[in-house]
């Protein structure tokens, strides 16, 4: 079936410090992915929606200058952390949609010390 | 708002025991109902799905029903084994923008 990779798995990074996040679709294109944000025993908070070629929809309550966005081509989309700090370390888990069907990501851990 | 409310876990069974999960759900219109698996170590999966009324979604012995009138689309397996031992999602879907709403997940273990 179709596969949604993540890179990197997990990151450790000081606060105050950028970092990057990436999601591919492998074998499928993806207009629309999406990304996740996902707390020790509680549900997927849904942050963003990124289409192919055009800017972000962000959810209430997701600064959209601090989680950048880019979905510049149609198997990949990043998620940028800007400016970490510890309330940001979480687990951040991305979906891409290939027709009406959803595919996720293993998830990336991110640790802010 | 839209809502999503599964059963609290962790859900602790032997190999073979029944397994039911809850999940009833608040939201307009007609939304579709999913149920997501995520082994350890893995991205999500989908498990099954139903899109109207009535209709039952089933995959690998795990089945779940829609059911309008009373909201709910319950997850059932009839003989669990310690392959199944993941946390379980229940989300839906509603309208043209493909967004997923998702329970908090119930964690399930199967013991031999």
């Known amino acids: 079936g179709a596969v949604v990779s993540q890179h990197p798995s997990r990151v450790i990074c000081k606060s105050g410090t950028s970092v990057k996040i990436e999601c591919r679709s492998l074998d499928f294109q993806a207009t629309t992915m999406f990304w996740y944000r996902q707390f020790p025993k509680q549900s997927l908070m849904l942050m963003a929606t990124s289409n192919e070629g055009s800017k972000a929809t962000y959810e209430q309550g997701v600064e959209k200058d601090k989680f950048l966005i880019n979905h510049a081509s149609l198997t990949l989309s990043t998620l940028t952390v800007t400016s970490a700090h510890p309330e940001d370390s979480s687990f951040y888990i991305c979906?891409?949609?290939?027709?009406?069907?959803?595919?996720f990501g293993p998830g990336t851990r991110l640790t802010v010390l | 708002g839209d809502s999503v409310t599964q059963m609290e876990g962790p859900v602790t069974l032997s190999e073979e025991a029944f397994l039911t999960i809850n999940c009833t759900y608040t939201?307009?219109?007609?939304?579709?109902l999913f149920w997501y698996v995520q082994y350890p170590g893995e991205g999500l999966q989908l498990l099954l799905k139903?899109?109207?009324?009535?209709d039952k979604g089933s995959n690998k012995g795990f089945e779940a029903t829609y059911r309008k009138e009373t909201t709910s689309f319950h997850l059932e397996k009839g003989s669990v084994q310690v392959s199944d031992s993941a946390v379980y999602f229940c989300?839906?879907?509603?309208?043209?923008?493909?967004?997923?709403?998702f329970g908090k997940g119930t964690l399930l273990t199967v013991n031999p």
């Open positions: 939201a307009t219109g007609y939304p579709s």
């Open positions: 979906s891409a949609r290939d027709g009406q069907t959803r595919f």
């Open positions: 139903a899109t109207k009324a009535d």
């Open positions: 989300a839906y879907s509603g309208g043209s923008n493909y967004k997923l709403t």
